[in-house]
């Protein structure tokens, strides 16, 4: 294929989709001559600034085209094919914007919604896992890493969380907690639309990410989604199921590093099992201990949880002792891996304090659990700096 | 190998972010509609690179000013950045222009 056809392709493909999203729009009378007056004028000035920046981007050196594919002409030093994006990207997305245009506000609110209830102060323990893990093993960045790491980041906590919320209404209701930064409320209007959005933000990246590994990624994968539906999701209710719900939690941090290690081509060795095993430790204690402060509220609801089934102080002491063999297991792997037993430190010294708690009081965790939030960035931090000595040392 | 083309680009879209936010055109307009656009469009542009690529069409330069990374055979880091950078671009004119023509037929009935 050459490169006028290619062009021509791409122009087709976003004045068809153009056409469709301007049905969608409905737009007539002044707005409609507004909309194309305005797409003409970002058309001429698009070129423009093509003529100019492409120009210095290939003089530049930073790409270039097979002569025997182009057409022919040149403006500047850009092949005349170029100036098939911006035309495109002028035809295609006003439309889109103009088909999305109507119910402003409301949407506006809902898209805030849909941010809060994905947890964004959570983001980055998914998406950190998984790209530290493959990195550490590749060794380069590539666009596995990109797209992975890109769906551990959003999509992924977005159906987590969404999946969540949609079927934690009731409960959430009779829980003040909820609604800020360790949680949101979502509206039942919004409900159908976030398990969408989980779906259509989930499912592309799944499949591009499958299309990269192996067996044993498209195992790991299953679990992610697995364990991601069955915690909250009607019928599994995992995380009404005690010391199911720990696990499943933890499951959900661990995974995307063992997606990413087995997308890398990583071969599990002794040392990388007992790394992995802290982190779940680590996972097991932070769900059980988070399941302290919802035990009055739980209860009310009749949802049962490691917490309400064994009671504050036991599993408090549980956490402690979680956190306590996850710094154990890091002692047992090779250089520089003891050092991330430190990391269990201030998590011991955090959960100590509510060593005596009790069911009365277990409320009261929610401090504990505050500062517990904000210790997973010193942690990340302290992690990261673990691996770069890794990274020299290998 | 350097990072002055990534750093230029985010530059861009950083400007491109400072006018959006300015007269709330984009992003400040509509967060969920643009955040839909702009990965819709790069996405669509990636796609429309991977085919290039494959034909045989494009080829990553070896230029001093660009980091070196490639994501994929033929396609630098930079590549993604910079199709966003289009995609706010064109969005931030083409909504800018809107405004300016809203404008101007509003100072006509005046």
Redesign the interface.
Known sequence: ???PV?AL??VA??LVGGVIAWVFARRAG?AAA??W???A??VV??FA?TAVFDSI?IG???????PE?LAGPLIGLAPIEDFA??L???L???A??AA??RG?EE??S???Q?VLSSRPVSWINTAFPFGAAYLMVTR????VL?VGFLYFLIPYNLAMYGINDVFDYESDLANPRKGGMEGALLAPRLHRPILWASLLTNAPFIVLLSLAGGPASWVALAVSTFAVIAYSAKGLRFKERPFLDSITSSTHFVIPAVVGLTLAGAEFTGPLVLVLAAFFLWGMAAHAFGAIQDIGPDREAGIHSIATVIGARATARLALVLWALAGVAMLATPWPGPLAAVIAVPYLLNCASSWNVTDANSGSTNVAWRRFIWLNYFSGFLATLILIMEWNLS | MSALYLAALLAGIGCMLLLDHRFRLFFWHDPAVATVITVVGTVLFLLWDFAGIAAGIFLRGDSAAATGIVLAPELPLEEPVFLIFLVLCTMVIFTGAVRLLTRARGADHA
Not at chain 1, 60 to 66: C, E, I, L, V
Not at chain 1, 140 to 143: A, R, T
């Open positions: 294929m050459s490169y290619l392709i791409g493909v976003a002044s507004r909309h007056v305005a797409v004028i970002t000035v698009l600034l981007m530049a050196g930073f790409f270039s085209y097979d594919a994006y911006p495109a990207g002028a295609l997305l006003p889109l914007w999305f245009a402003g949407r506006v809902a898209f805030r849909f380069e960045i590539d666009w990109v």
